[in-house]
């Protein structure tokens, strides 16, 4: 309990550094990313996933393509190579840096800064001989925190909205559920 607390508090640091440097990438003041997403109500969701090795790993995958639904997911694999990612229609092994977090870009940075960050599309493989194991962390807004494009990002007319507003628990239904959003 005490290292997942731990673990827990160096990655709301981390994740407080990264919406700052995002908010200013998109030319938005320091903290608007942060409040977009409820401020300090922000959720932080724990999960762990356990591959087990697979005897045809060709024929199978760990976790289909898919962007996660949050704003940011932090992942920490062991040192078992299975993360993909897709770029340009092409899926790249993710190296497994001993020590390192991955981030993803989810959905709903996507959403606020109204496409000019894109969603990682990333799967799961699996191993023939070993153990995958990753505990990534979502940054989530609170269910009923709506989200659209950033007002700044649309205000001057230059570019339209590309995603409409709506509550965070609405996008969940309707990914979940393979509905229009």
């Known amino acids: 309990r005490e290292v997942n607390e ?3 508090v160096r990655v709301k640091e981390v994740s407080d550094r990264l919406l700052k440097w995002l ?4 030319g938005v003041e320091e903290g608007e990313v942060a409040a977009a997403i409820g401020g300090e109500d922000a959720i ?3 999960k762990i996933n356990y591959y087990p090795p697979c005897p045809r790993p060709d024929l199978a ?4 393509a898919h962007t996660d639904m949050s704003v940011l997911t932090f992942l920490l694999p ?3 190579q299975g993360l993909q990612v897709s770029r340009d229609g092409h899926w790249f092994d993710v190296d497994c840096i001993p020590n390192a977090i991955v981030v993803h870009v989810g959905d709903q940075l996507e959403i606020l800064s109204n496409g000019a960050y894109k969603a990682v599309l990333h ?11 990753s505990w990534p962390v979502f940054l989530e807004p609170p269910p009923e925190q709506e ?4 007002p700044k990002l649309v205000a001057d007319g230059e570019k ?3 995603y409409k507003r709506k509550k965070y628990k609405d996008y969940v239904y309707c990914k979940l559920n393979k509905l229009p959003q």
């Open 61 to 64: 995958l760990g976790v289909v």
């Open 78 to 80: 062991n040192e078992v």
């Open 123 to 133: 799967r799961s493989t699996l191993n023939k001989d070993k153990t995958r194991m």
């Open 160 to 162: 339209p909205e590309l």
């Open 44 to 46: 932080f969701l724990l």
């Open 23 to 26: 908010s200013k990438g998109l």
């Open 147 to 150: 989200l659209g494009p950033l």
């Open 6 to 8: 731990e673990y827990a």
